[in-house]
């Protein structure tokens, strides 16, 4: 038998920049060191939050002996992905009501995006896709991964100006192929915070329509952003109402803070309800051959309580206090680089929305952000604005005016 071994060749994966920066921000020692990377919520006290709902309803099914650990059905728990998929499209929606769409259980909101690529990929032969730039990093790995040789981006941010590029965004998609898919984020565009008016989402219908284009629209924050879930569907709604045949990825992380239980659905919106069963069979076969089953315990917390009058009402005041803690510390770091005369405009910080703020800071700010004030954000300059909190937020101003100006903040202490 040889003595090498058959993995000795396997290259080093490059590290995942938001989880890398996690593990220094956990290994560093300093008592004034801030995590504003990580893509989760934090409340006031900087720790991890348990929506109260969410803690109720767990408790509910802990204690109810009627349910058991049998397998899901393969593409998951009927009530949630019901509950799911209307929460997406509206309980008056006439997709809905005409038996045009419906929902498939996914490894959240990244198994949704996986499931609809595979499918575009394997049955109705899609191979180009273009999605923002910027965008989350994961969209290109998942369609490269999938097959798709074709990957291409469209212009959404401009650094200069700090504000949404449409002009741009629509000259990019103006040369995209039809039937290219074009991955929208539906709210809180990840990673600018930036979103489309609603006269603009109008504009890129219309060339999409007139293009031949497919919307797979990204939903990972839906009630998160704003505090209201209708609101923040108001884009995906949009594109049903205009009768196209699209995908709705789903993720249950944010808006229910359930990030390690994986809850996450496939919206399927048709132009007739006889492609159906169709459709249902083939990404039921696409599941059995990536996980065979998805997990039961966050989609039966979610539909407890999208199912659940009272508890329904209780996680609208959850999604609504996290959306105001954000905009609060929004308008707080705004005001307080104002006051500082940081140089350059602040304003993009309070026009952006829901979890992350785009900067502007470039990567030898933020290099210095993080060698010399321990405060950790990825090299773009994004970062997650619920990492702010009273406690910080006059320590994150001071180093951010102290990167800009290249002097060092007058409470430096070398920590």
Known sequence: MSSTSIFANVPKGPAIEVFALTQAFKEDSSNKKVNL???????????????????????????????????????????????ATEL?????????????AFGVQTISGTGALR???????????????????????????????????????????DESKLQLDFNGMLADLEQAPSGAVI??????????????????????ADLMERKNLFPLLDSAYQGFASGNPDQDAWAIRYFVDRGFELFVCQSFAKNFGLYCERAG????????????DMIHSQLTLIIRGIYSNPPAYGA???????????????????????????????KQLRDKLVALKTPGNWDHIVSQIGMFSYTGLNEKQVAVLIK???????????????????????????????????????????L
């Open 37 to 83: 990377s990580v893509g989760a919520y934090r409340a006031e006290n900087g720790e991890p939050w348990v929506l109260p709902v969410v803690r109720k309803t767990e408790i509910g099914i802990a204690g109810d002996t009627s349910i058991n650990h049998e397998y899901l059905p393969v593409t998951g728990l009927d009530t949630f992905t019901r509950a």
């Open 88 to 100: 997406a499209l509206g309980a008056d929606s006439v997709a809905l009501k005409e038996k045009r």
């Open 115 to 157: 499931l609809a690529a595979e499918f575009l990929f394997q049955q109705l032969k899609r191979n180009t896709v273009y999605y923002s730039n910027p965008t989350w990093e994961n969209h290109h790995k998942i369609f490269a991964d999938c097959g798709f040789t074709n990957l291409h981006s469209y212009r959404y941010w």
């Open 183 to 204: 991955i929208l984020h539906a709210c809180a565009h990840n990673p600018t915070g930036m979103d489309p008016t609603h006269e603009q989402w109008k504009q890129i």
């Open 265 to 276: 659905n496939l919206t399927v919106v048709q132009k007739s309800p006889s492609t159906r």
């Open 300 to 330: 039966r917390i979610v539909s407890k309580v999208l199912n659940t009058p009272e508890l329904r009402k209780e996680w609208m005041e959850c999604i609504q206090g996290m959306s105001s803690r954000i905009r609060e510390m929004r």
């Open 372 to 414: 010399d004030y321990h405060i950790y954000l990825l090299r773009t300059g994004r970062i997650n604005m619920c990492g702010l909190n009273s406690s910080n937020i006059d320590y994150v101003a001071k180093a951010i005016n102290s990167a800009v100006t290249g002097t060092p903040a007058a409470f430096e202490n070398k």
